[in-house]
């Protein structure tokens, strides 16, 4: 009975797919979950400094905080896929290794956060871990196939609170594929940028680095976003920027831009024109965060501040004598009525309590 219900039920289907050719032909089917098994077949350990043979710089990787990596074999069917994964501090490592480690040649992966594919690779962010699986050369494994070892490692997404540190997404409009790179570091900084002073950057004060190319016209500007803990370092270090580097002094190609908000520092280089470089700072501003719970003091001086919070103290000193006062008048008060009304109770008469007689002699 179910086998011919089935039949039945297919027949039906084809029937109405022949009837509509139109809708048929524009009716397209994506699995969220490519049905793949995959199975880990073995893992071993692998020295930090042998990770270079699979792509990866372990300078680099030292860098961002990679303590330890291994070497994961994955197994589907006859197929095997190398998976290496790496050990960090934290997602903001991991994050800045895929933004390093990604280049023109790889885009994001569909339905899969902070994951990319290249036509030999495959980087994904998870948290502390990050990875990085090699499409293997011999038995081929298709695009869906690899994607379900993705899902497999490390599902379709980071957790919410990996997500919740990574900085927010720089401006998309004229952003080149590929050319966003999140830095922590000076050795990293040298490889992104190796004809800039980055002994200028100031990673020994907090300073994180954001690298981005825009193009505007026909040229790529490379942006700068720099930010550090407190704008008295941002202003220091601009300083000597705008001294070493001649910030905005016009010399012609490959002169350098920038302007400081706040504890952020902005800069454009290689821009030949300084309409350019600003259609590119332009597209950078800082806004203030306001919380709900804490009112923004405005444009009012330190002293005034300050003088308002001592007030504030004294007015709620002032309530706390108030309160005592009331609150000793309401035991009196208490007292009194229960002497009245109550005449038994001890409360009404607090100095007529009992009296032990020891009886000495």
Same mark, same amino acid.
């Given at each position: 009975m179910r086998p011919r219900f089935f039949r039945m039920l297919r027949l039906g289907l084809l029937s109405l797919a022949a009837a509509m050719p139109g809708y048929a032909q524009k009716l397209t089917v994506i699995p969220l979950l490519p049905a793949a098994n995959w199975s880990l @077949?073995?893992? #071993?350990?692998? +020295?930090?400094?042998?990770v270079r043979q699979y792509g990866q +710089?372990? !300078? &680099? +990787?030292r860098e961002y905080g990679v303590k330890s990596a291994e070497i994961r074999t994955y197994q589907l069917g006859q197929r095997q896929v190398e998976v290496l994964v790496e050990h960090a501090m934290d997602s903001l490592s991991t994050y800045g290794l895929l933004t390093y480690y990604q280049s023109e040649t790889t885009t994001p992966e569909k339905n899969l956060e902070l994951t990319l594919r290249s036509p030999n690779y495959s980087l994904m962010a998870r948290g502390k871990f990050f990875v990085?699986?090699?499409?293997p050369s011999g038995v081929p494994v298709s695009d869906d196939e690899l994607r379900a070892l993705l899902v497999f490692i490390g599902g379709t997404r980071p957790s919410r609170d990996a997500l919740a540190g990574l900085p927010v997404g720089l401006p998309a409009a004229g952003l080149v594929a590929g050319s966003e790179k999140y830095v922590l570091g000076l050795e990293t900084a040298r490889k992104v940028l190796p004809g800039f002073r980055t002994d200028l950057i100031g990673f020994a004060n907090g300073a994180e680095l954001r690298v981005a190319s825009y193009a505007v016209g026909k040229q790529q500007i490379t942006a700068l976003v720099i930010s550090y803990p407190t704008p008295q370092t941002a202003r220091l270090l601009f300083g000597a920027m705008e001294k070493f580097l001649a910030v905005n002094q016009n010399r012609g @190609?490959?002169?350098?831009?920038? /302007? #400081?908000n706040g504890s952020y520092v902005f800069l454009a280089l290689d821009a030949e024109t300084p309409a350019a470089a600003h259609e590119v700072l332009d597209k950078?501003? !800082?806004? /203030?965060?306001?919380?709900?719970n804490e009112r923004y003091p405005g444009d009012k001086p330190i002293v005034l501040q300050l003088l308002e919070l001592i007030l504030g103290n004294i007015a709620f000193v002032l &309530?706390? !004598? !108030?309160m005592c006062i009331?609150?000793?008048l309401l035991i009196v008060a208490s007292r009194r009525i229960a002497a009245k009304w109550f005449p038994e109770s001890s409360w009404g008469h607090p100095d007529e309590g009992t009296i032990i007689q020891l009886n000495l002699k």
């Open positions: @077949a073995h893992s #071993r350990p692998l +020295d930090l400094n042998a +710089d372990p !300078v &680099i +990787d990085r699986a090699l499409r @190609a490959g002169s350098t831009y920038g /302007k #400081r950078f501003s !800082v806004t /203030k965060q306001v919380s709900w &309530i706390l !004598v !108030v009331m609150g000793g």
